[in-house]
């Protein structure tokens, strides 16, 4: 009987535990920008795709006002990057930003970047303004104002 008993309660247990976990999201495809360009012409993006009420994938970089290059891939952006000592660079701040964001599932969760502190903090606004909309499956775009 108390074998009986042990068992039930570990099964009553872990069906606590998985109820009161996070809420999951929507699947879908979602995608927030900066309102503006900032100072120097780059807008900030985020855009995921959620399957299975999980987020799959995360692609986090800025456009250039001008001529549309993707920040992440100017050569010449990255190495004035990274002669200023930083320790990172664009490709690499977005790299680890959305590793840590996929693999916490949570915009609270993710790891800030050393040397990347406005990326970092940007990126975060543009998620949590994402998981609002990813627990309710609203798919699509949004405009989200970074204060710059």
Avoid at 133 to 139: A, C, I, S
């Amino acid at each position: 009987m108390k074998r009986i008993w042990l068992i039930l309660m570990t099964v009553i247990m872990a069906a606590g535990l998985c109820s009161c976990g996070k809420e999951s999201y929507r699947d879908g495809s979602y995608r927030a920008e900066a309102k503006s360009y900032d100072l120097n012409g780059w807008k900030e993006y985020l855009a995921v795709r959620v399957e299975n009420g999980k987020i799959v994938s995360a692609d986090y970089d800025a456009v250039n006002e001008t001529d549309g290059r993707k920040k992440t891939e100017d050569a010449e952006y990255q190495e004035k990057y990274r002669a200023a000592g930083l320790g990172t660079d664009p490709a690499d701040t977005a790299a680890r930003l959305t590793d840590s964001y996929l693999e916490r599932q949570e915009s609270g969760k993710v790891d800030a970047v050393s040397g990347a502190t406005n990326s970092s903090r940007h990126f975060v606004q543009l998620a949590e303004a994402l998981e609002k909309r990813m627990k309710n499956g609203e798919t699509g775009e949004i405009k989200v104002d970074l204060g710059e």
